[in-house]
């Protein structure tokens, strides 16, 4: 390059005037233009205006050649690219030639003017950087397929040849500069290899800001792209490279012009990952060529000003980006191209929220059950944020505390992505914008007390475990690995902690879900702050703990957010806890008065929103979770996902009545026959519980041609009038008309209140007795029973567990009578019991007709009766009958993808194993609390009987509402049945897991300890 400062044309404009005159036949006004080793003319001519290139006689005719060659081609290919175009000599020719006055020869070329002004003299806005990107990217693809030899020349400004930088740094007189260049040198030389493995294309190879032109009236439109002279056969992301780094000389934020240009170049040429992967270090050591050989050219020219354009702003930004996480930048620009802003970033975050429901609880229980309010950093005005900004972290957890406690507040959340401004220290100015400061919040605060415990959710192995000293910085902090299965590794770091765990853990420890990370640590150890996690998820693994990013610029958020996902699903935060939909409570209440009927009843004197409901949890429009150990229509958990699938499958084929054939309704019908004693063997489907009991009825009337009914006092069968009649816990209370005629109510066989004379063994029987006499009352007025129908384990009369014997006896009355045995199992069913698949299974009977609803469709709206051949035989009496919607396509489908899970996961064997374990906590509270007077249960179906006077068994029903609405402040649902309403009444989903059951235990001890202090 140096032997080419040497053959420069040095032509006068008289001289270069009768150039033009001599070869093109033009005259005009000729201006010089500056120039690095050729000599340039502005040229204005009556026909228009033009370049008079006198090129450096050094220069070989092939790469002339090439150059020209190159218009050509885009003047054929891409004629709308604003480009110069050739204006031939004279002769025709595309060059013409002169000898310069050292006698040297010089070739000539006139080219077209392209308007505009350089777009270094402006602003270099996003857009116009973007336009510059599509500009070249259309350039570049333009020239697909072209090649030249004059494009395969050795030029120090070939990007693959930057590593010549190192033998130019002796030019470079300062030894911090120096240093720095080598810091840049070591990275390119480990990246070198790579190049040659990437796409290489003809490119211009110096877009520059001032060979790029913009609009004079617009500075946004990309009105020309000037000055092939470095245009050679080179790896295609240098074109972008070489851009970027021009853009960011004395530009606020390099980076993100770097990326504005990429994403414009990606719009027109598709870039690959592995070449984006390369831009910042492409970038910087395009940047060191610059400094380098200006250095060098410097002890051979002074004069040349073209030589010193670049050189300064170039020392700045090289110290730049010296000063960012080239892992940082790579993101930014990845994500320009609309790629990952690191590989699998994307997976990881679907993965956590595809497996949510599998993860360990953070905090003692699930995040989600807390009460919890937004810890309010994201306002700059209010005393918390200015405490905690001015170094005074008590001042600011009494701030916080009081909130809490006039508020019911547990759990204070900061959520990721928070514009904040109590960063205050010179630790979160900026690496790559100038004039600005980092704000946002890129991890996810949890604030509770000094000392509390917080839990991997994942197994993990530890990174490292360190103490961060810097005023408002970490304080202890941790790194986990997780390397889940079908998920790509990433990191959890956890900082804010008690020192404590510097002791405990070391790196290369291998944690399992659920296993102690730390404790949240006092102000004097965790960097200044109110006790508080600071939990923040990376993406990228090869990040150290005190190089993930805590807090962001709001201008690469999206970015940040690929980087550093949001911990809430990691963490247990529900997503509805940061955003409220639709109407509000009390709207909805005053609504409901308005255009429902007004004994539609809501439960709790503060009632609850739910908007959402998953596996055992429902979720509330606060994102509150509460364990859900009452609704037992979600017998297999809420929104269960072989269910929703299944349900839509077949929604979205066809969903049409039993008049027509299908496959799914005999195949529902075959599979739950299955389950059922082999007289059971006719099925007939309806909607819901109250249907499938009046269906029941039906058959009965059909079969006996009778109306007497012998019920279970306290017991309920349904809404519908004929089932009202029936049920005495309607009939009996407040708006009912007791018994009719028809209806005997037979005593409820509970056991617990039982006369204490009667031997245990016995109670079957003498419970039974009841029946007895109620036949026998029938007998004597010359009828008999039509029907004996109870469920298989009293719900509604307080969980009632029928005595050993109770049914076979009732049975044989009822039938020796001739009346037929209904077994509703609308509650009980499905395999809740464990041991068996039905409840009655427990006493060792076979009803003549099973009712089943609730759980049969896991919250769809479903029912079904069963019953003998005998009994329908009866029923097929010539009367049709047909319901509409029973037996549906859908309902059939849904009703299977029920009996899939509950025998696919095994969730008797569940039901029975929990079951038992929950049985177990209750009587060991039951030794230490007096009013627990009776613990009953069989698998997933419990109860709890408070007394006030075990020797009484006098209902301590004020108790009992207490620790109900106690468990529900808490988060836990369940329920109070019995006469007295002084039971407790638990009948969780099937999928329940000894986590669950802890955590139920867990709140049913606290609710019981504070009830018996309030209450006594």
């Known amino acids: 390059m140096n032997d080419m400062l040497k053959t420069t044309p040095d032509f006068s404009i008289d001289a270069a005037a009768a150039l033009l005159a001599e070869h093109y036949g033009l005259s005009g006004t000729l201006s010089p233009l500056a120039s690095e080793r050729d000599q340039n003319f502005k040229v204005e001519t009556a026909e228009g205006t033009f370049i008079l290139k006198i090129v450096n006689a050094a220069e070989p005719e092939v790469e002339s050649d090439f150059q020209t060659a190159l218009l050509a081609h885009l003047g054929a290919h891409a004629g709308d690219l604003p480009v110069p175009h050739i ?54 693809a333009a020239l697909k397929g072209f090649m030249h030899p004059g494009a395969l020349r050795d030029l120090d400004w070939d990007i693959r040849h930057a590593g010549r930088s190192a033998g130019r740094l002796q030019h470079v007189a300062a030894a911090e500069d120096r240093a720095l260049l080598e810091r840049f040198l070591t990275r390119f030389a480990a990246i070198a290899p790579r190049l040659a493995m990437l796409r290489a294309a003809v490119i211009h190879n110096d877009a520059n800001d001032w060979n790029v032109l913009v609009d004079n009236g617009d500075a946004d439109r990309i009105s020309g792209l000037i000055d092939f002279g470095d245009a050679l056969h080179a790896p295609v992301i240098a074109e972008v490279a070489i851009a970027a780094a021009y853009a960011g000389l ?77 892992r940082f930048a790579t993101a930014i620009l990845r994500k320009a ?12 975050a679907g993965w956590i929220a595809r497996n949510r429901k599998a993860l360990a609880p953070l905090l003692e229980r699930p995040a989600a059950t807390y009460p919890a309010a937004l810890v309010p950093y994201g306002d700059p005005a209010h005393p918390m944020t200015v405490t905690s900004a001015a170094g005074q972290p008590d001042a600011a957890q009494a701030i916080w505390e009081a909130h809490c406690r006039g508020n019911g507040i547990e759990l204070g959340v900061g959520p990721f992505g928070e514009e904040r401004t109590v960063y205050a220290g010179e630790m979160f100015v900026s690496r790559f914008i100038e004039k600005t400061r980092r704000t946002r919040h890129l991890g996810l605060d949890l604030f ?24 408002l910085g970490y304080g202890c902090l941790i790194a986990l690995r997780h390397e889940p299965e079908g998920c790509p590794p990433f990191v959890s770091l956890w900082g804010h902690l008690a020192h404590e ?26 960097g200044g702050w109110a006790p508080h996690l600071h939990l923040q998820l990376s993406t990228d693994t090869n990040l150290s703990a005190t190089e993930i990013l805590g807090v962001g610029e709001a201008r690469y958020l999206d970015v940040w957010a690929e980087l550093f996902p949001d911990a809430s699903t990691f963490a247990g935060i529900a997503g509805e806890f940061y955003e409220r939909h639709g109407r509000s409570h009390e709207e909805i209440v005053k609504l409901r008065r308005e255009l429902l009927l007004p004994n539609l009843s809501i439960s709790y004197d503060k009632p609850i929103k739910f908007v959402r409901g998953e596996g055992v949890f429902l979720i509330d429009d606060s994102g509150r979770a509460y364990l859900d150990c009452f609704n037992n229509v979600c017998h297999i958990g809420h929104a269960h996902p072989v269910v929703v699938e299944a349900m839509a499958k077949q929604a979205e084929t066809l969903n049409t009545n039993t008049r027509y054939l299908h496959d799914n309704i005999v195949a529902y019908a075959e599979r739950l026959t299955a389950t059922l004693p082999k007289e059971l063997t006719v099925a007939g489907f309806v909607n819901s519980g109250s249907e499938a009991n009046g269906l029941a009825l039906r058959l009965m009337r059909a079969h006996t041609g009778r109306e007497n009914a012998i019920t279970l006092d306290w017991s309920y069968h349904g809404t519908t ?27 409820v066989p509970d056991s617990y209140r039982a006369p204490d004379d009667w031997p245990v063994e016995e109670h079957g029987k003498r419970f039974a007795e009841s029946v007895a006499e109620l036949i026998a009352g029938m007998q004597a007025r010359g009828e008999g029973p039509g029907f004996f129908i109870a469920e298989s384990i009293p719900s509604v009369a307080g969980q009632v567990f029928l005595p050993e014997g109770y049914l076979k006896e009732v049975y044989r009355l009822v039938r020796a009578a001739g009346g037929v045995c209904i077994a509703d199992e609308v509650q009980v069913g499905f395999g809740r019991v464990g041991s068996h698949w039905w409840a009655f299974e427990t006493q060792g009977v076979v009803p003549d007709i099973v009712t089943m609803g609730k759980p049969i469709g896991d919250g769809h709206p479903m029912a079904a009766v069963v019953t003998t051949r005998a009994v329908t035989d009866s029923f097929n009496n010539g009367m049709e009958y047909f319901n509409t919607f029973g037996g549906n396509p859908v309902s059939c489908a849904v009703g299977l993808a029920v009996l899939d899970v509950i025998e696919g996961e095994d969730l008797r064997g569940n039901a029975l194993v929990i079951g038992n374990y929950l049985m177990d906590a209750f009587r060991a509270m039951q030794a230490r609390y007096d009013v627990i007077g009776d613990v009953r249960g069989l698998g997933l179906f419990l109860g709890i009987e408070l007394v006030t006077d075990r020797r009484t068994k006098a209902p301590a029903t004020e108790f009992a509402r207490a620790v109900s609405n106690g468990a529900r402040r808490r988060g836990v649902l369940m329920g109070t049945e019995g006469p007295h309403d002084n039971v407790l009444k638990m009948r969780p989903p099937m999928i329940f897991s000894k986590r669950d059951a802890d955590h139920l235990i867990a709140v049913l001890e606290e609710t019981f300890a504070d009830v018996t202090r309030t209450l006594g």
Not at 89 to 107: D, I, N, Q, Y
Not at 313 to 321: D, E, I, S, V, Y
Not at 502 to 526: D, F, H, I, S
């Open 87 to 140: 204006r031939p000599a004279l002769s025709g020719a595309s060059l013409a030639s002169t000898t310069g006055p050292h006698g040297v020869r010089h070739r000539i070329r006139l080219v077209s003017w392209v308007e505009g002004r350089p777009l270094a003299e402006t602003e270099r806005s996003d857009a116009a950087l973007h336009a510059l990107g599509r500009m070249l990217g259309r350039f570049d």
């Open 250 to 326: 004395d530009h606020a934020d390099p980076i993100g012009a770097a990326a504005a240009i990429a994403s414009g170049f990606h719009a027109e040429y598709p870039l690959q990952e592995e070449e984006v992967d390369l831009l910042y270090d492409l970038i910087a050591i395009r940047l060191v060529t610059s400094v380098t050989i200006s250095a060098s050219r410097r002890s051979h020219t002074q004069d040349n000003p073209y030589l010193a354009i670049s050189e300064r702003p170039a020392w700045t930004l090289l110290r730049k980006l010296d000063r960012m996480n080239p």
């Open 337 to 348: 191209c609309g790629f990952e802003a690191t590989p699998g970033a994307r997976a990881v």
């Open 448 to 471: 509770m007390a000094a000392g509390t415990k917080v839990f991997t959710p994942l197994p993990a192995t530890v990174v490292s475990v360190e103490i961060e000293k810097e005023p």
């Open 501 to 526: 765990a510097t002791g405990r853990l070391k790196a290369g420890e291998r944690l399992e879900a659920g296993a102690l990370v730390g404790e949240m640590g006092l102000p004097t150890e965790n």
């Open 721 to 747: 009038q004929e089932l009202i009649d029936i049920s005495p816990y309607k009939f009996r209370r407040k708006g009912g008309k007791g018994p009719k005629p028809h209806v005997h109510v037979a005593a």
